[in-house]
T-cell receptor
Framework: AQSVTQPDIHITVSEGASLELRCNYS??????LFWYVQSPGQGLQLLLK??????LVQGIKGFEAEFKRSQSSFNLRKPSVHWSDAAEYFC???????????FGTGTQLKVEL | NAGVMQNPRHLVRRRGQEARLRCSPM?????VYWYRQLPEEGLKFMVY????????ESGMPKERFSAEFPKEGPSILRIQQVVRGDSAAYFC?????????????FGPGTRLTVT
């Protein structure tokens, strides 16, 4: 069974600083990987996804993520954080059958002005 | 193109009552997924349905919970005889098919409070 670990529960960065959110997964085959963002009281919005090809994927809002098979990681990055990026970020893995997603426990991002 | 719609957005039930949560997928989507988010936790898969079929219910509690996605109308998640531990946010997602490379589009959620 697949699993996802997000080791950082809370992260605080200053506006304009760079950001990296960590995600490690466990899955026997090539996974489908996703990053979602959730604002308070809202649903989840997809930032980016990876299922094959170039291991560096670009997403919305200036985010990118890099798939590293050797490290079983799919870390999310942004070069310059904006105050509006404050939210909770979830990494998820989809099995090859494509139905259910397994989510990490999330990383709460706080942005200091 | 309307997104995934869920209603009600907030639902308060007393212990022992029934809760019915509705989900209308995006237009053209025939696959629906239900997830539950407990406080301070990530989302946990509950059930995956296509029209008139339950495909995977491995995440559903064995008792009191049921789900359906009829030929016409929204998908329904039904919780009978609710208990305080059922208090959570319930999210519905839809996709055009069941292939993993297609993202799931999430609704805004229904926040269930059991008093």
């Amino acid at each position: 069974a697949q699993s996802v670990t997000q080791p950082d529960i809370h992260i605080t960065v200053s506006e304009g600083a760079s950001l990296e959110l960590r995600c490690n997964y466990s899955y026997g085959a090539t996974p489908y990987l996703f990053w979602y963002v959730q604002s308070p009281g809202q649903g989840l919005q997809l930032l980016l996804k990876y299922f094959s090809g170039d291991t560096l994927v670009q997403g919305i809002k200036g985010f990118e993520a890099e798939f590293k098979r050797s490290q079983s990681s799919f870390n999310l990055r942004k070069p310059s954080v904006h105050w509006s990026d404050a939210a909770e970020y979830f990494c998820a893995v989809g099995a090859g059958g494509g139905n259910k997603l397994t989510f990490g426990t999330g990383t709460q991002l706080k942005v200091e002005l | 193109n309307a997104g995934v719609m869920q209603n009600p957005r907030h639902l308060v039930r007393r212990r022992g009552q029934e809760a019915r949560l509705r989900c209308s997928p995006m237009k053209g989507h025939s696959h629906v997924y239900w997830y539950r988010q407990l406080p301070e936790e990530g989302l946990k898969f509950m059930v995956y349905l296509q029209k008139e079929n339950i495909i995977d219910e491995s995440g559903m509690p064995k008792e009191r919970f049921s789900a359906e996605f009829p030929k016409e109308g929204p998908s329904i998640l039904r919780i009978q005889q609710v208990v305080r531990g059922d208090s959570a946010a319930y999210f519905c997602a839809s996709s055009p098919n069941g292939q993993g490379r297609h993202e799931q589009y999430f609704g805004p959620g229904t926040r269930l409070t059991v008093t």
